[in-house]
């Protein structure tokens, strides 16, 4: 009889000792990286002259709608298109339609409430070999033969870099030397990015040196940093900054070398991917717009430090909380709860209609046209150029 209580006695001991460092964890106070400083977002440019709104994106066409979920950044080779899913899965798509599934760099999972397990594969781009380089925001960057399916571990999320490892790779572009640059978006987990967002800016710029194999910092303190692209003559290369609604510019050649400054701010929407137009230009992707009327959450939060900070608080204690529960009887709803609580997708879900906005500059950083869409078919887009090699 003793021994059929040792489990739920073993259970319960462990209960009360993970109860125990969970409240300790909340009385010091580390739930969240808030300094009680304000800071200040540019105001979005008005939607006047090459920003004035439009229709073109109504006449989007929509390809293999319904096949697969959650296509993030797209690479085309010999005439098939390539793309990273919710789920983990790389996949091509052929010229007859057909999707096969190439590689994946996680483990098979429930659903993806499980995305550390199964992986999110984001930022890809085919190199000067035809291999195509891949960046998962759970395991790391990946150099993938897609002929032979033949997969390469680049970089691991686990490798600590200035003192912290890559918790959240997104985005990336190859120079002609080999070299990535790739962003690391923010301290925690993707799934956890609202803490970045209401939180303090921890996001990097990274290069990838293919002689050494070492990862090095170009810059820090970027408030989720986000798409990555080098400049057409590779004097520079550019990085989203998402939170601050602005594109960072680090000089790669020149007096400027190694400096950075803002190549265009007020941007009418958050940047996510960043794209050449192929001629010395750029593109971008702002996934949620941003204009006078209809602001963001970070443009009112910004100046009340001590909100977003009670705002991580409360969600920090219940993911705790849930997280305590999953750790003894572990389950899907405990899972997807863990999964959404500090997650974007929520927030994504209550974005208006009228959405998806891209933005030409010139490699100057000015205005050159936009693209808008008036009945809402497309939301939360993510630019990219289709160009073979």
Request: aromatic share 8%.
């Amino acid at each position: 009889m003793m021994d059929g209580w040792m489990g739920p006695r073993r259970a319960l001991a462990l209960g009360e000792t993970k109860i125990f460092l969970y409240t300790a964890i909340l009385r010091m106070g580390r739930i969240s990286r808030v300094s009680k400083s304000t800071f200040s977002i540019t105001p979005p440019l008005s939607l006047e002259g090459p920003l004035s709104q439009n229709a073109k994106l109504d006449l989007a066409e929509f390809l293999y709608e319904g096949k697969f979920t959650g296509p993030e950044s797209i690479a085309t080779r010999k005439g098939e298109i390539y793309t990273g899913l919710i789920g983990g899965d790389i996949v091509r798509i052929k010229r007859n339609g057909e999707i096969q599934v190439i590689a994946r760099f996680g483990k098979r999972c429930e659903g993806k409430w499980q995305e550390s397990i199964c992986g999110r594969p984001l930022g890809m781009r085919f190199d000067s070999n035809g291999k195509l380089v891949v960046s998962d925001a759970y395991y790391g960057i990946y150099r993938v033969d897609v002929d032979t399916e033949v997969v390469e571990e680049l970089v691991s999320s686990k490798d600590v870099v200035d003192g912290r490892p890559m918790m959240t790779l997104n985005d990336l572009d190859i120079a002609k030397d080999g070299t990535i640059y790739f962003s690391d978006s923010s301290h925690v987990s993707l799934q956890n990015s609202m803490i970045e967002f209401l939180g303090e800016p921890t996001g990097r710029l990274l290069k990838y040196d293919p002689k050494t194999k070492k990862v090095s910092v170009l810059l820090r303190n970027i408030h989720f940093a986000n798409g990555v692209q080098l400049s057409k003559n590779e004097d520079f290369v550019l990085v989203s900054e998402t939170c601050r609604s602005r594109l960072i510019r680090y000089h790669l050649r020149g007096d400027k070398m190694g400096e950075n400054d803002t190549f265009i701010d007020g941007l009418p929407g958050a940047p996510d991917n960043i794209r050449s137009d192929e001629n010395g230009g750029f593109l971008i992707a702002l996934s949620v717009p941003r204009t006078e009327k209809q602001v963001l959450f970070m443009d009112i939060l910004s100046s009340y430090p001590l909100t977003r900070k009670f705002i991580l608080r409360i969600t920090t204690v219940i993911h705790s909380t849930i997280s305590f529960f999953d750790s003894i009887f572990p389950n899907e709803y405990t899972g997807r709860a863990k999964y959404y609580i500090n997650h974007l997708e929520p927030a994504a879900s209550i974005i208006p209609d009228k959405a998806s906005i891209i933005v030409q500059l010139d490699g100057n950083g000015r205005i050159k046209t936009s693209l808008h869409n008036s009945v809402g078919r497309v939301r939360i887009l993510i630019i990219n150029i289709l160009c073979d090699v």
